[in-house]
């Protein structure tokens, strides 16, 4: 299949978006397995190969799924093919950024998660402190974080199996049989420790993308919050509960009025439930509020 889709890039066939795009989705984050690194790796050499020729659409979806693979890719034996997303990202944000920033404010985001590490940490930074570096015309972050990141992108790293399975949990499982269906969906994408990120590629389809209708809204059907509570559970503390953080409330910090309040329930409503089930005073719950979504401090 790899060899006859550098064929078809060789040939310029129409179409060769919406091929790549399928071949993305089924480079799997939090699956490290042999097989997935090298589709992941093959992908990634014919992008490499045939860079200059490519459409501006495509290279961001090239840009978004290596980004996000980067993340998981960090034991020793994937040095060389972490090396190859970081110089192939790294050099279509220096090189093309301009083209990049519809994308909007999920670039930020796995910017943002990327930003630690040497290799992105001065494109970071230059995009706080000195923005025109990354291209003449742009402001800075906050000019992408109002820009809503399309749909594609976010169903970019689930699998087709996986927008199978969240929409039928949310449209025909009732909340009493929700447990069985978790137990099944962990055991099946969130043993392995790669697997952290993943939650937060979850948590921004059900925010983005699972908009339930009223009929759903008002019946026992498991509701967002539910399974975002679920994804949540056990990463309250430690370096790990920020990615899924910055996922849940990442379109709140910029919500607008015009902006549709479905995007932001999910989080309210997350909070809610935990308030229901822990009471707290004043001063607790803004401490708690500042703590789940990420802020070091609160003002009144």
Not at 67 to 84: G, S, T, V, W
Not at 159 to 165: A, F
Request: with cysteine; net charge positive; proline share 3%.
């Amino acid at each position: 299949m790899v060899r006859l889709l550098r064929e078809m890039v060789i040939s310029k066939l129409s179409q060769l978006d919406n091929v790549f795009y399928s071949m993305f989705r089924n480079t799997v984050c939090g699956d490290v397995t042999p097989s997935n690194l090298y589709l992941t790796e093959s992908l990634l050499d014919i992008l490499i190969e045939f860079q200059q020729h490519l459409d501006k659409e495509l290279l961001a979806l090239a840009l978004y799924n290596y980004l996000r693979l980067f993340l998981d890719h960090y034991a020793p034996h994937q040095r060389e093919l972490r090396a190859k997303e970081a110089n192939f990202c790294a050099s279509l944000l220096r090189t093309r950024f301009h083209d990049f920033i519809f994308i909007g404010r999920d670039l930020v985001r796995l910017l943002q998660q990327a930003a630690v590490f040497p290799e992105f940490a001065n494109i970071w930074k230059d995009m706080i402190h000195n923005p025109t570096n990354l291209a003449r015309d742009f402001t800075g972050f906050v000019e992408l974080m109002k820009i809503h990141t399309p749909a594609r992108f976010i169903r970019l790293k689930l699998t087709l199996e996986m927008e199978k399975k969240i929409i039928f949990l949310t449209t025909h499982v009732r909340m009493a049989n929700t447990k069985h269906y978790q137990s099944w969906l962990h055991r099946s994408y969130f043993t392995s420790t790669e697997s952290t990120m993943l939650r937060c590629d979850w948590i921004r389809f059900i925010n983005l993308i699972i908009h339930p209708t009223n009929s759903i809204l008002s019946s026992d059907v498991t509701p967002r919050w539910a399974l975002i509570g679920w994804l949540l559970s056990g990463f309250f503390q430690g370096n790990s509960v920020q990615p899924l953080k910055h996922a849940l409330f990442y379109d709140w910090y910029f919500f607008e009025e015009k902006d549709n309040i479905m995007d932001i329930e999910p989080a309210m409503l997350t909070m809610w439930f935990c308030l229901k089930s822990y009471p707290l005073t004043s001063e607790q719950l803004l401490e708690f509020i500042c703590r789940v979504s990420g802020r070091k401090k609160c003002f009144y």
